[in-house]
Protein backbone atom coordinates (compact mmCIF):
# COMPACT_ATOMS: atom_id res chain seq x y z
CA UNK A 1 0.00 0.00 0.00
CA UNK A 2 1.89 2.58 -1.34
CA UNK A 3 1.54 6.15 -0.06
CA UNK A 4 -0.07 4.57 3.26
CA UNK A 5 2.71 6.22 5.62
CA UNK A 6 2.11 10.04 3.99
CA UNK A 7 -1.55 9.80 4.36
CA UNK A 8 -2.53 7.41 7.51
CA UNK A 9 -6.08 6.77 7.10
CA UNK A 10 -9.06 4.33 8.45
CA UNK A 11 -8.40 0.85 6.91
CA UNK A 12 -11.32 -0.97 6.02
CA UNK A 13 -11.93 -4.71 6.17
CA UNK A 14 -12.42 -6.33 2.48
CA UNK A 15 -13.71 -9.41 3.77
CA UNK A 16 -16.89 -8.12 5.64
CA UNK A 17 -20.25 -7.76 4.46
CA UNK A 18 -20.43 -4.36 4.90
CA UNK A 19 -17.71 -3.69 2.84
CA UNK A 20 -18.92 -2.49 -0.35
CA UNK A 21 -15.95 -2.55 -3.56
CA UNK A 22 -16.60 0.91 -5.52
CA UNK A 23 -13.99 0.56 -7.88
CA UNK A 24 -15.27 -0.93 -10.90
CA UNK A 25 -18.77 0.42 -11.41
CA UNK A 26 -19.31 3.89 -9.48
CA UNK A 27 -15.81 5.14 -8.90
CA UNK A 28 -15.26 8.93 -10.42
CA UNK A 29 -18.19 8.06 -12.88
CA UNK A 30 -20.62 11.00 -11.75
CA UNK A 31 -24.45 9.45 -12.77
CA UNK A 32 -23.98 6.06 -12.18
CA UNK A 33 -25.66 3.89 -9.86
CA UNK A 34 -25.95 0.22 -8.49
CA UNK A 35 -28.49 -0.90 -6.27
CA UNK A 36 -26.80 -3.08 -3.12
CA UNK A 37 -29.55 -5.55 -1.55
CA UNK A 38 -27.78 -7.83 1.30
CA UNK A 39 -28.73 -9.38 4.30
CA UNK A 40 -25.85 -9.04 7.29
CA UNK A 41 -25.99 -10.71 10.36
CA UNK A 42 -25.55 -8.28 13.06
CA UNK A 43 -22.35 -7.07 14.74
CA UNK A 44 -22.35 -6.26 18.41
CA UNK A 45 -22.84 -2.81 19.37
CA UNK A 46 -26.49 -2.32 17.22
CA UNK A 47 -28.09 -1.72 20.56
CA UNK A 48 -28.84 0.35 23.56
CA UNK A 49 -28.76 -0.30 27.21
CA UNK A 50 -32.39 -1.74 26.98
CA UNK A 51 -32.82 -2.41 23.32
CA UNK A 52 -30.96 -3.49 20.41
CA UNK A 53 -30.64 -6.17 17.03
CA UNK A 54 -29.25 -9.39 18.96
CA UNK A 55 -26.07 -10.49 17.15
CA UNK A 56 -26.29 -12.54 14.45
CA UNK A 57 -29.86 -11.32 13.70
CA UNK A 58 -30.51 -10.37 9.86
CA UNK A 59 -30.22 -6.70 8.98
CA UNK A 60 -31.80 -6.11 5.25
CA UNK A 61 -29.94 -3.84 3.46
CA UNK A 62 -32.16 -1.95 0.57
CA UNK A 63 -29.53 0.73 -1.00
CA UNK A 64 -28.95 2.22 -3.70
CA UNK A 65 -25.63 3.68 -4.38
CA UNK A 66 -24.53 6.56 -6.83
CA UNK A 67 -21.90 8.08 -7.97
CA UNK A 68 -21.52 11.58 -7.64
CA UNK A 69 -19.20 14.36 -7.82
CA UNK A 70 -17.89 13.95 -3.73
CA UNK A 71 -17.71 10.69 -3.96
CA UNK A 72 -20.10 7.90 -3.44
CA UNK A 73 -23.70 8.74 -2.12
CA UNK A 74 -25.21 5.62 -0.04
CA UNK A 75 -29.34 5.81 0.33
CA UNK A 76 -32.08 3.84 0.74
CA UNK A 77 -33.65 1.67 3.67
CA UNK A 78 -32.56 -0.98 6.20
CA UNK A 79 -35.31 -3.13 7.89
CA UNK A 80 -34.44 -5.70 10.87
CA UNK A 81 -35.88 -7.09 14.00
CA UNK A 82 -34.96 -5.43 17.37
CA UNK A 83 -35.67 -7.25 21.14
CA UNK A 84 -35.92 -5.54 23.92
CA UNK A 85 -36.95 -5.17 27.67
CA UNK A 86 -39.98 -2.88 28.59
CA UNK A 87 -39.06 -0.34 30.41
CA UNK A 88 -42.40 -0.17 32.55
CA UNK A 89 -43.46 -4.03 32.75
CA UNK A 90 -39.87 -5.69 32.25
CA UNK A 91 -41.07 -8.30 29.89
CA UNK A 92 -38.99 -8.82 26.70
CA UNK A 93 -40.70 -8.02 23.78
CA UNK A 94 -39.87 -8.16 19.55
CA UNK A 95 -40.47 -5.37 17.02
CA UNK A 96 -39.50 -4.62 13.30
CA UNK A 97 -37.69 -1.28 12.44
CA UNK A 98 -37.32 -0.12 9.15
CA UNK A 99 -34.93 2.94 8.58
CA UNK A 100 -33.79 5.49 6.35
CA UNK A 101 -30.11 5.60 5.67
CA UNK A 102 -28.53 8.44 3.56
CA UNK A 103 -24.44 8.78 3.70
CA UNK A 104 -21.69 10.39 1.99
CA UNK A 105 -18.52 8.76 1.05
CA UNK A 106 -15.83 10.95 0.23
CA UNK A 107 -13.30 10.56 -2.04
CA UNK A 108 -9.84 11.11 -0.13
CA UNK A 109 -8.52 14.65 -1.45
CA UNK A 110 -11.95 16.14 -2.13
CA UNK A 111 -13.42 19.07 -0.94
CA UNK A 112 -15.53 17.13 1.46
CA UNK A 113 -12.90 15.10 2.34
CA UNK A 114 -10.00 18.33 3.01
CA UNK A 115 -12.45 20.53 4.81
CA UNK A 116 -14.32 18.08 7.47
CA UNK A 117 -12.73 16.25 10.01
CA UNK A 118 -12.17 13.01 10.18
CA UNK A 119 -15.03 11.98 12.12
CA UNK A 120 -17.47 14.17 10.34
CA UNK A 121 -18.01 12.76 7.08
CA UNK A 122 -17.41 8.92 5.77
CA UNK A 123 -14.71 7.84 3.58
CA UNK A 124 -13.97 6.12 0.44
CA UNK A 125 -10.99 3.51 1.74
CA UNK A 126 -8.90 1.67 -0.68
CA UNK A 127 -11.73 2.09 -2.97
CA UNK A 128 -14.43 0.23 -0.86
CA UNK A 129 -17.21 2.32 1.30
CA UNK A 130 -17.88 0.42 5.01
CA UNK A 131 -21.79 0.85 5.68
CA UNK A 132 -21.69 -0.78 8.99
CA UNK A 133 -21.16 2.98 11.16
CA UNK A 134 -23.90 4.53 8.85
CA UNK A 135 -26.63 1.76 8.92
CA UNK A 136 -25.64 1.35 13.03
CA UNK A 137 -26.01 5.09 13.32
CA UNK A 138 -29.13 5.10 11.87
CA UNK A 139 -30.82 1.99 13.57
CA UNK A 140 -29.57 3.26 16.93
CA UNK A 141 -30.85 6.54 16.31
CA UNK A 142 -34.15 4.92 15.66
CA UNK A 143 -34.63 3.03 18.89
CA UNK A 144 -36.36 4.49 22.67
CA UNK A 145 -34.26 5.21 25.54
CA UNK A 146 -37.00 4.15 27.37
CA UNK A 147 -38.86 0.82 25.28
CA UNK A 148 -42.17 -0.08 25.68
CA UNK A 149 -43.86 -3.63 24.82
CA UNK A 150 -47.03 -1.36 23.63
CA UNK A 151 -47.92 2.05 23.50
CA UNK A 152 -50.39 1.81 26.88
CA UNK A 153 -48.29 -0.73 28.66
CA UNK A 154 -49.82 -0.80 32.06
CA UNK A 155 -46.54 -1.71 33.66
CA UNK A 156 -46.67 -4.25 36.74
CA UNK A 157 -48.88 -3.25 39.17
CA UNK A 158 -48.70 -3.94 42.97
CA UNK A 159 -49.79 -2.82 46.35
CA UNK A 160 -46.43 -3.21 47.96
CA UNK A 161 -43.88 -2.92 45.32
CA UNK A 162 -41.00 -4.85 47.76
CA UNK A 163 -42.98 -7.76 47.48
CA UNK A 164 -42.38 -7.99 44.18
CA UNK A 165 -38.40 -8.05 44.19
CA UNK A 166 -37.70 -11.86 44.33
CA UNK A 167 -40.43 -12.90 41.69
CA UNK A 168 -38.92 -13.67 38.21
CA UNK A 169 -40.24 -11.42 35.76
CA UNK A 170 -43.55 -12.99 33.30
CA UNK A 171 -44.57 -15.29 36.45
CA UNK A 172 -45.88 -12.23 38.63
CA UNK A 173 -48.98 -11.23 37.66
CA UNK A 174 -50.14 -14.86 36.93
CA UNK A 175 -49.03 -16.23 40.35
CA UNK A 176 -48.85 -14.06 42.85
CA UNK A 177 -52.47 -12.00 42.86
CA UNK A 178 -54.35 -15.35 43.17
CA UNK A 179 -52.10 -16.39 46.05
CA UNK A 180 -52.38 -12.50 47.74
CA UNK A 181 -56.40 -13.60 47.44
CA UNK A 182 -56.19 -16.75 49.00
CA UNK A 183 -54.05 -15.57 51.52
CA UNK A 184 -56.33 -12.69 52.11
CA UNK A 185 -59.69 -14.67 52.40
CA UNK A 186 -57.83 -17.38 54.57
CA UNK A 187 -56.47 -15.24 57.14
CA UNK A 188 -58.30 -12.06 57.12
CA UNK A 189 -61.30 -12.87 58.67
CA UNK A 190 -58.95 -15.49 61.09
CA UNK A 191 -56.96 -12.74 62.32
CA UNK A 192 -60.24 -10.71 63.70
CA UNK A 193 -61.80 -13.44 65.79
CA UNK A 194 -58.37 -14.40 67.76
CA UNK A 195 -58.27 -11.03 68.77
ZN1 LIG B 1 -44.62 -3.55 29.08
Not at 81 to 104: A, I, N, W
Not at 164 to 179: L, N, T
Request: proline fraction near 9%.
Amino acid sequence: MTGADKHPHPTVDASSPWVVDVARELLRRPGQMKTLRRDVPAPEGFGLEMIGVPVGEPIHLDLRLESVMEGVLASGTVETDVTGECSRCLEPFTEHVDVDVTELYAYPSSVTDETADADEVSRIVDERIDLEPAVRDAVLLELPVTPLCRDDCPGVVSPDPDAWAFVPAGEARERIDPRWAALQEKYGGAGRTEN
